[in-house]
């Protein structure tokens, strides 16, 4: 149609290579790395999550394992509780995310930047109080394990795989065609002039509740491919420490939010730490660090560019 | 037990130990805001660098490290936390003056740093670290009173009297209250941004120290201890504005009462979702405090 | 004057910010099927006035009438819904859209395709998009900005911006058009184009106004001249007599002396 939209939909199939790499991966690895991916294709839900508020919402979430928990406990409760496999719990995953997005938008509906970030941070620390403490239904400590398969009869490892691979391709996909819905683009004006955004027609409060529960949707979603894909739901994936790895995936995939982007944070939070699992206390160092290498590279790259440029312009 | 027996046993000493409590939280929280004045950077990193700097108290008193004495300890350790914020600082003043909330960003990731070294070096085992004060108790109207409680309560009244002095009459000070009202207009002025910004830093290092030595001995040192103390210290600087000095006071000795009332008389279990209710809740009440925003937005 | 009854209209707006009065009690009635100019030395109040009608800032006195209907207490996205549109003295475009997207934003409020379509390929939402496209693409190419749609903002000049933010205010056909300094920043084949195009969309249905500091834009184009200097009209009325008004040449000349 026109030359942008071309180029979204050349981009859209660029991103089609990659997917088919992956979903010919199980074949040439071993069992462990496949189910690794399978977790990096939940972590990446979990990071576009992140980004989803940052390029449409302009804010900052430190409490995102607040989602993935709702969604990761959906599918484990009414999995191990009621045997109901994933076929009813991802839409009842979504539904709860969505409603508590919303829910957690609506009193914190005029805190911007660092108030709402510092918000979040409370959001996180509330959860693994809350599962702890929710035992009869969550399974306290020891957690929840998912085995109900989603089509009988397949390998189980590989239905673990070939849904937390489908699942990333389905949200990036709903997301790429996001940015080009009204809604879509009438959140990116309230991102940036919110008056103007105002002015024709979109309330703040809206923009606002309408991002959160996207994000929170998309975090639920996250949480539901983890139970899935990990097999496993206890507190430790949803320690406040994970919402900030979240966040680290997110910058360190410069809040990107097509397929390969998302790949690359989902990647990192899940690959450093089974790294490092032998010398766990370089863990949160080296996050640390790539944090920072990010967002110095962030901030000095396009200086350094324009340098060079003026240099070769200069010559 | 009449309604009054209650009052006397429960409720008095409950809010005397909150409100013992809560002068910690306003310590953290007081360095929260310092920063948070000046630069517009909620410096997240703050409980776990005050966390290694217990940790190196620890070290450094227990022959793990050394075998100082406590207190050439605490200063080896207090440089440390100022040569810590020096550094913090250097790395990311030129994104403060970029964008504030990548900057907070950034504070994460030293925080993350920190959390990493402690662990690195001290592992993940629980320590004993405690005050070398004279231990003695004694009761004033049924109130048991605690050296530690005393002690607690002389530190925090010199460190926070002694911060408002040097807010309100040194030099510094002034500069550091007029960048906190307009940076702009006091840079025209020709104060200096950076070095006031060091200033809040190492006051914020400093009172962060101090916090930790004096919560340490109620619960033990481990990793996260600081850091959730800490925790409690956001939620006192969110409650008293985020950008005022005296409301973190009255935020955190609030939220000492109050935590210390809701674990007892409600659940000890919920603490950290009702922390998160009142967060919630006193930024909606209070929209004003936190949002300094006067007049909307100009288009 | 009862018969004009699809005007805009505002009795005593009063606005002050902690003390200081920006508008001291302004009776404003802008005609449908004219153009108005609104006129001020800079801080006079032409801005302010402008978001109290939109309802960006809440006057503390008076009261805003649009077609004889009270608009007070709507919030700004509902009087949008009426038709009631401007632009921004200072671009307020969204960098991420491309001026095609930026001006379809324009007409968003007509559309009503759901989420669904929002997230999955459905006709309803490329049906939509591509009526919204269509009908941004009309207005860009009267505004002669067909070759700019498929550019971000960023890639025009700060006129051109301008003229973008002029499309995306006209392109849902409003019944009321507020323009901020339209002119600033354009070159005269620019703002000749522009001064074109307001004429034709001076339609008997519309009401325009326009703030503008271009004086020969004002005079040419108006049909009446409302003047504002701290907060308060010095004069009201058609080119001529304002042109005449000892007032209005002593706070133009005045200004002109202080710079
Ligand atoms: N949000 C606000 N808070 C405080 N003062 C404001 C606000 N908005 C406007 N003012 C003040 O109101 C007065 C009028 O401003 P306004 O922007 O309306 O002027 P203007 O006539 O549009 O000027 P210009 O020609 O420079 O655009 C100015 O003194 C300005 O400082
Ligand atoms: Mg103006």
């Known amino acids: 149609m026109t030359q942008r939209l071309q180029d979204i939909a050349a981009s859209s199939i660029a991103s089609w290579i990659p997917v088919a790499i992956l979903a010919a991966l199980p074949f040439i690895v071993g069992g462990s790395w496949t189910f690794t991916l399978g977790l990096c294709f939940a972590n990446s839900i979990g990071v576009l999550a992140v980004s989803f508020l940052v390029r449409y919402g302009g804010e900052v979430s430190i409490g995102h394992t607040f989602f993935t928990a709702l969604g990761a406990y959906a599918v484990g409760v009414l999995d191990t509780r009621f045997g109901v496999s994933l076929w009813a719990s991802v839409p009842l995953a979504l539904l709860l995310g969505v409603s508590l997005g919303i829910a957690f938008a609506w009193p914190s509906r005029n805190l911007h930047g660092i108030y709402l970030a510092v918000t979040t941070l409370a959001l996180a620390l509330a959860v693994p109080e809350m599962i702890n403490n929710l035992d009869w239904i969550t399974g306290g400590y020891e957690g929840l394990y998912v085995s109900t398969p989603l089509v009988p009869g397949v390998e189980m490892g590989l239905q673990r795989y070939y849904l937390g691979l489908a699942m990333l391709v389905a949200v990036a996909a709903a997301v790429a065609r996001f940015r080009l819905s009204r809604q879509g683009m009438t959140l990116l004006l309230a991102k940036t002039h919110p008056a103007a955004a105002d002015a024709f027609g979109t309330r703040r409060v809206w923009a606002r509740i309408a991002v959160m529960g996207i994000s929170g949707g998309i975090g639920a979603l996250c949480g539901a491919t983890l139970a899935f894909s990990g097999s496993t739901v206890s507190p430790g994936g949803f320690t406040f420490w994970q919402a900030i790895f979240l966040l680290v995936g997110s910058v360190v995939s410069f809040y990107g939010l097509s397929l390969v982007r998302v790949l690359i944070g989902g990647a990192f939070v899940t690959l450093v730490p089974q790294l490092l699992s032998a010398s766990g206390a370089w863990i949160p160092v080296f996050y640390g660090l790539s944090l920072l290498g990010m967002i110095l590279l962030g901030h000095y790259l396009p200086r350094i560019q324009k340098t060079l440029a003026r240099r070769k312009g200069g010559a | ?299 | 004057m009862d018969q004009v009854t699809n005007a805009l209209r505002g009795d005593g707006i009063a606005l002050s910010f902690g003390g200081i009065k920006v508008l001291k009690g302004l009776d404003v009635e802008f005609r449908a099927g004219e153009i108005t100019g609104l006129i001020g030395p800079n801080g006079a109040g032409k801005t302010s006035l402008f978001n109290c009608l939109t309802g960006a800032y809440r006057p503390q006195h008076g009261s805003i009438t649009y077609a004889g209907t009270s608009l007070d207490g709507l919030p700004p996205a509902a009087r949008a819904g009426k038709g009631i549109v401007r632009s921004f003295q200072h671009v307020a475009l969204c960098p991420d859209l491309s001026v095609r997207e930026n001006v379809m934003i324009g007409v968003a409020r007509n559309y009503s395709a759901g989420w669904a379509s929002a997230f999955l390929p459905l006709s309803a939402g490329r049906k939509e998009r591509q009526d919204m496209a269509a009908a941004a693409d009309r207005v860009l190419a009267d505004l002669g900005l067909a070759d700019s749609a498929d550019l971000l903002p960023s890639e025009l000049p700060p006129g051109t911006q301008r003229l973008v933010e002029i499309a995306r205010a006209i392109v849902g056909k409003p019944s009321v058009l507020l323009l901020d300094e339209p002119a600033a920043g354009l070159n005269n084949s620019e703002t000749r184009d522009l001064m074109k195009v307001l004429r034709k969309l001076a339609s008997t249905d519309l009401v325009l106004v326009v703030v503008e500091h271009d004086m020969d834009l004002v005079m040419s184009i108006c049909d009446r001249i409302y003047v504002l200097n701290f907060g308060e009209f010095v004069a009201v009325g058609t080119p001529e007599e304002v042109r005449g008004n000892e007032d209005v040449v002593r706070i133009y000349l005045g200004s002109d002396d202080d710079e």
């Open chain 2, 1 to 299: 037990m009449t309604f009054w027996d209650t009052l006397l046993y429960d409720l008095f000493p409950l809010i005397w130990s909150g409100m013992i409590t809560g002068c910690l939280y306003a310590l953290g929280a007081l360095g929260l805001v310092m920063i948070f004045k000046c630069s517009k950077v909620v410096n997240f990193s703050h409980g776990n660098v005050a966390g290694l700097t217990a940790f190196l108290v620890y070290g450094l008193s227990s022959g793990v490290l050394l075998s100082l004495s406590w207190g050439a300890a605490v200063i080896v350790a207090l440089l440390c936390a100022v040569a810590i914020a020096f550094l913090i600082y250097a790395i990311i003043s030129p994104l403060v003056f970029e964008s504030d909330l990548t900057s907070t960003i950034a504070t994460l990731g030293f925080g993350l740093i920190a959390q990493g070294v402690t662990l690195l070096l001290f592992g993940a085992d629980i320590v004993a670290l405690d005050l070398p004060i004279p231990r003695f108790a004694f009761s004033v109207f049924g109130l048991l009173v605690t050296g530690y409680d005393l002690t607690v309560l002389a530190v925090a009244v010199v460190t926070i009297g002694a911060l408002f002095i040097v807010i309100d009459y040194t030099k510094l000070g002034i500069a550091f209250r007029a960048i906190s009202e307009n940076p702009f207009a006091a840079e025209v002025c020709g104060l200096n941004l950076r070095s006031v910004h060091l200033f809040a830093w190492v006051t914020a290092a400093i009172l962060g120290v101090i916090g930790a030595l004096l919560i340490v001995p109620t619960t033990f040192l481990s990793v996260t201890t600081v850091a959730t103390f800490m925790l409690q210290a956001f939620a006192a600087a969110v409650i008293g504005g985020f950008a005022s000095l005296p409301g973190s006071l009255v935020g955190g000795i609030l939220i000492g009462v109050l935590m210390n009332l809701f674990t007892f008389y409600v659940s000890p279990e919920f603490s950290s979702t009702f922390l998160l209710g009142i967060i919630l809740l006193a930024l909606n009440i209070f929209p004003n405090g936190v949002l300094q925003r006067v007049g909307g937005s100009r288009v």
